[in-house]
């Protein structure tokens, strides 16, 4: 009997030995077979997650940020224990004691699994399991999942510790709202950092991983708030907060950004504009879009917020001037159907829906509103924003379109979106009414920067940003007409002419093969021999073709090049009043070497590039100072800064440039719009049709340009010009620029001295000769001027050549010095191919 007991135990010991052995074999055949070819865990050591981009102002402000996850990375030393708490009474209470899985916990999820009959099914994973499925795995719910799962996180909990572990799970996980890990959720839902977080606070965050956007704080509220307290008495229960403290939290509201408690940290940055996305387009090319927009970088911008404020100011009111003067109005577009105006409520929100601009500031706030009643004497809105008042009603009466062709009823109809501004006077601010204004159809760029170090310190690419995210100051590729003079003149001083240099003013007519080309002058007339100088001021085309050829093209292009006008530009004369296109960047940058005696410098909008450990990966600004760690140094003497620029034309050429170009402000086509208390030279450009205008400017340390023109090249009409539409730009720009940064006089380069000479006829004057017609010009020393010959280009010319007076009709055909046939024409007219620059 006792042997048949024994027997009998021993069998079923045997069969539980090998039932266990069997078991253990399948379960780590099954571990075995899953974990060939996993994802490597160890790679999460070296994990850099993809965090936000900010760009920062010279001040240090952010202004801006761009990210494909929106993330703030919080190394694990700086997340609060208040934090981690939070997140581990709601995840995984035994995260501290676990080896990466937890198997009471998927037993207790198995058991409410079959009570419920599978309607409760809750996850058991580890935060290390979750982390392993963010990084390296599916979100799908597979046995075949979750064993890797358990494989990876047991192999992770061997590699990082566990602060390390959490460190990766709080910056990963998505918490909603466009937010990934706890930094970012806390600035996004509270506007705090999370040193800032209140218990109530830090549950609240520890809720949201669980159902990201089934909790949204304003529309599941009461949910989101059961959730916080469920993580409020998981917290005190694993003894975190004590029983006062929890009793204290529960009973605090929930308090969002959602709902309007906390204003937003998005109200603190300005709205996006042109200058900062040109810098997101310009390092996503050098450095790459995916590195720019993950890398977490800290961009220190060139950027003078004042002065970018009175760039878009300058601009807008200029394009506003224009578009007011035409007389018709055009509107948004865009409408709200009837069923939507029939209480504030509907006609609010379908507003707010509507796609228009929100970021024009131009003599004040710009609103959308909607046309809610038309009347014969005025017409009744709803204002986004604006809570109607008896002091400020919503109206606008029809003493405010009188700029406009018709009557209200002829422009408007109930429905219609439209901008508004509020009308104030001068002195007290007050109120006068609601004022119409829409967005013009004529749009432009403006940019300014330092000539000596090329920082970029405003750039306003066009009328609104939300309305039109093309940068016309660095996408818009226009001819610039004549503004590109200066760069024939330049190739022409430096070949050995000079600003009394006479170059004959005459009709020419040359046979393109497409067709015949007569460039004309602005005002139709030709002048006969002029002095170089009186060429640029009065923009002379006749003068600039015939200088052009006799220097050649070949060399005028390689300056434009030199200067970085143009990658390669083709050597027609027609390009020699502007014809080719370029942008307004390139132009404004190429002026700076006038400005700056003719050295190079490369325009920039940031001034340091940081990675996300503060390493400077780019730094824009390459001088060096040779004596600043001198103790010798005396304390009136300044160190020396070594520039190392490369020159690009010679220092006395820039110095005679700048010189004729200061001529052009003072009594040349820029003369009645630039008036700046300190020494300006500048260049006016309009093209054929007037389908551009252009103005380039620059004091002794600001350049600035503008151009305006449709963006669909159109005529902006009879008697546009570029003195006329963008010296007022400039000016109103350089007046604050004048206040901020000052300027003095042109540096004279060493190695030439004063002449003085007839600005008409280019004769040599006596040393005391005073007069209007009277200049002094810088020539080199050692340079002894002929004065008296005159440059044809080699186009013949008639004899008995008027000087003042228009050519007799008839031409003939001549053989000029270079053995080419022309034809000295009749009255120069405005010719059908398309030549570039006017005046």
């Known amino acids: 009997m006792i042997r048949f007991i024994l027997s009998f135990f021993g069998g079923i010991f045997t069969m539980l030995t090998l039932g266990l052995a069997v078991g253990a074999l399948s379960i780590g055949a099954i571990f075995w077979v899953y974990g060939r070819d996993l994802p490597s865990h160890e790679s999460l050591a070296q994990y850099q997650p993809k965090t936000i981009s900010r760009i920062y102002s010279g001040e240090g402000r952010i202004i801006d940020e761009f990210a494909v996850e929106r993330r703030l990375f919080a190394p694990a030393e700086e997340i609060p224990d208040l934090i981690k708490q939070a997140f581990i009474s709601a995840e995984d209470k035994n995260f501290y004691n676990h080896a990466g899985y937890d198997t009471r916990g998927m037993v207790a999820a198995a058991v409410d699994a079959v009570k419920s009959r599978g309607r409760d099914v809750r996850g058991a994973s580890t935060i290390t399991q979750q982390v392993m499925k963010n990084f390296l795995l599916d979100g799908s719910r597979r046995v075949e999942r979750k064993i890797k799962e358990i494989i990876l996180a047991t192999r992770l909990e061997e590699t990082l510790s566990k602060e390390k572990i959490l460190e990766l799970y709080l910056n990963e996980i998505f918490l909603g709202q466009n937010s990934y890990g706890v930094a970012a959720a806390a600035q996004t839902y509270f506007n705090k950092t999370l040193g800032e977080l209140e218990p109530h606070e830090a549950a609240m965050l520890a809720a949201m991983p669980q159902a990201p956007s089934k909790y949204h704080p304003v529309h599941a509220k009461e949910r989101v708030t059961q959730r916080r307290n469920y993580v409020l008495r ?86 506003e001037q224009f578009d007011r003067s035409l007389g018709r109005w055009r509107g948004t577009g865009k409408t709200i159907e009837e069923a939507n105006l029939a209480s504030e409520d509907a006609w609010r929100a379908a507003l707010a829906s509507t796609d228009v601009a929100r970021d024009i500031d131009l003599d004040g706030k710009w609103y959308p509103a909607v046309v809610l009643e038309v009347g014969d004497e005025q017409m009744r809105l709803g204002i986004e924003g604006v809570e109607e008042t008896e002091a400020e009603p919503f109206v606008v009466p029809r003493k405010d379109i009188g700029w406009l062709r018709g009557s209200f009823q002829d422009n408007f109809k109930r429905g219609d979106v439209v901008f508004v501004r509020r009308m104030t006077e001068d002195d007290s601010g007050a109120f006068i009414r609601w004022s119409l204004r829409q967005v013009p159809e004529v749009e432009g760029g403006f940019m300014a920067m330092d000539v000596n170090t090329g920082r970029v310190i405003a750039m306003q690419g066009g009328f609104s940003y939300e309305h039109s995210v093309f940068n016309r100051a660095t996408q818009a590729r226009r001819q610039p007409g004549s503004s590109f003079k200066p760069f024939v003149y330049a190739s022409a001083l430096d070949s050995g002419y000079t600003p009394a240099t006479i170059v004959i003013d005459a009709p020419i007519e040359i046979d393109t093969g497409q067709g015949i080309w007569r460039p004309t002058n602005a005002s139709n007339q030709f002048y006969g021999p002029t002095p170089l100088r009186t060429g640029i001021e009065k923009s002379r085309n006749l003068m600039t073709v015939r200088l052009a050829q006799e220097v050649g093209m070949d060399v005028v292009a390689a300056y434009a090049e030199r200067f970085g006008v143009y990658d390669n530009m083709g050597p027609y004369l027609a390009n020699a009043l502007g014809s080719e296109e ?203 001027p002929v004065f008296g010959i005159s440059f044809d280009g080699g186009f013949a010319m008639g004899a008995n050549l008027p000087l003042f007076d228009e050519v007799p009709q008839g031409g003939r055909e001549v053989t000029t010095s270079t053995g080419r046939k022309a034809v000295v024409g009749p009255k120069a007219d405005f010719g059908t191919l398309s030549s570039g620059g006017l005046y």
């Open 234 to 319: 998981e917290m005190k229960e694993n003894g975190y907060i004590t029983q006062a403290v929890y009793e204290s939290e529960i009973k605090k509201p929930l308090r969002t950004v959602q709902n309007g408690d906390f204003e937003s940290f998005k109200a603190a940055l300005p709205p996006r504009d042109y200058f900062t996305d040109e810098i997101r387009r310009q390092l996503s090319r050098d450095f790459g879009e995916g590195e720019f927009l993950t890398g977490g970088f800290a961009v220190r911008a060139t950027i003078d917020p004042e002065m970018q404020i009175e760039a878009a100011k300058a601009l807008r009111t200029q394009l």
């Open 582 to 784: 370029t942008t307004l960047f390139k132009m404004v940058a190429a002026y700076a070497m006038f400005a700056n005696g003719g050295e190079r410098v490369e325009p920039t909008l940031v001034d340091r590039v940081q990675d996300r450990y503060g390493k400077t990966i780019y730094r824009h600004d390459q001088r060096v100072c040779t004596d600043c760690d001198n103790p010798a140094l005396p304390s009136s003497q300044p160190p020396h800064i070594d520039s190392r620029r490369e020159r690009v034309m010679n220092a006395i050429t820039a110095y005679q440039l700048t010189s004729m170009m200061q001529g052009v402000v003072q009594r040349g086509t820029a003369a009645g719009a630039v008036n700046l208390p300190v020494p300006t030279a500048g260049k006016t450009g309009t093209t054929n049709d007037a389908k551009d205008v252009w103005f380039i400017g620059f004091t002794s340390n600001i350049v600035a340009g503008c151009y305006i023109g449709y963006d669909d090249p159109r005529s902006l009409g009879r008697g546009a010009s570029g003195g006329g539409y963008c010296g007022p730009v400039f000016q109103r720009f350089m007046e604050k620029a004048v206040k901020k940064y000052g300027g003095g006089k042109f540096r004279i380069p060493p190695g030439g001295h004063f002449i003085k000479i007839d600005r008409f006829t280019g004769a040599r004057l006596a040393d005391d000769a005073q007069g209007e017609n009277v200049v002094a010009e810088y020539f080199r020393d050692g340079e002894e």
